[in-house]
């Protein structure tokens, strides 16, 4: 299998489970229209989550490598703020289109600490799935994709999280040899230096086995908006369920916050793992479509 096809799977799975964790959002959807067998009515559009996660595989499918400065300009010219992206996250990206270099529009942020936001995290799952049985070009790339935008090490740090277990994913389909939860989060601790994200990853480990509600209370689910707050969870999940998109995506719903981005990151992971084939029919065709410029 090419390994643009999992970048690719990686990304639908990422789309559904961000279109999906929107609707969460309007009221009067509930859990229940998941767990009765059915889904939320209508189009489900997509976020910021799966606009930026396009200009990321799109950069990748015509180049197959990170240009920062090519990827920049992707990411601001195709944002679209009506998308949902946070505040800090679009006064970067206009200033980048406005000519300011993203070296300095990413470290200004944040009274120059730079962001430590889940952005990065939750747009990188294809790259890792791109890179599958080498992670540590996966590491690489991604830390090269989250610099663009995020100027501070947990927001980096959770980028290179995401891509890991992705590109783990991606290759224990390939080889057709699972890996148990601990096995994948190990593999993920293994490129992760000390910082909160990396806390937050040993701590996940530690829950495996417990129940959605301890682990998102442990651990966040993603409302604080950090990758501190989300990428431990997220990673939880998608070891727990690597075998299981539905599942998954399900217990980002059951855990609350941040629902989109959870999901967009599980739905990525796991995705690359199970391919476009688990993910539900409807759930595909409920899906807002993708912009053009992915492939």
């Known amino acids: 299998m090419p390994h643009t096809d999992l970048c690719d799977d990686s990304l639908d799975g990422l ?43 799109g950069e990748l499918h015509r180049h197959g490598t990170i240009d920062q400065d090519r990827l920049a300009r992707a990411f601001a010219e195709h944002c679209e703020p009506y998308r949902g992206y946070g ?105 992760l230096v000390d910082s909160q994200v990396r806390h937050g990853v040993e701590q996940a480990r530690r829950l495996l086995g417990r129940s959605v509600a301890e682990a998102a209370y442990e651990l966040g689910n993603g409302s604080r908006v950090l990758a501190q707050d989300t990428v431990p969870f997220a990673l939880w999940v998608a070891a727990t369920h690597l075998a299981d998109y539905p599942a998954a995506v399900l217990s980002c719903v059951e855990a609350g916050g941040d629902v989109d981005t959870t999901a967009a990151i599980v739905g990525g992971i796991v995705a690359a793992h199970t391919g476009r084939a688990g993910i539900p029919p409807l759930w595909l065709e409920q899906r807002e479509p993708l912009p053009a410029y992915v492939r």
């Open 15 to 57: 789309s559904v489970g961000d279109a999906l964790g929107a609707q969460f959002f309007v009221p009067g959807t509930t859990l229940d229209d998941l767990t009765d067998g059915t889904a939320p009515p209508g189009s489900w559009p997509w976020t910021d989550d799966t606009e930026m996660a396009c200009s990321l595989a």
């Open 87 to 191: 505040g800090g996250a679009v006064v970067v990206l206009h200033r980048i289109r406005d000519g300011v270099p993203w070296r300095d529009a990413a470290r200004d942020a944040f009274d120059g600490q730079g962001s430590m936001g889940n952005g990065a995290a939750m747009r990188v799952a294809p790259l890792g799935a791109l890179h599958a049985g080498d992670s540590r070009t996966a590491a690489l790339e991604a830390l090269r994709s989250a610099e663009v935008t995020h100027a501070h090490a947990e927001g980096v740090l959770g980028a290179v999280a995401v891509a890991v277990a992705a590109a783990e994913a991606g290759w224990a389909r390939l080889v057709r040899n699972p890996p148990r939860p601990a096995e994948l989060l190990d593999a993920v601790l293994a490129y």
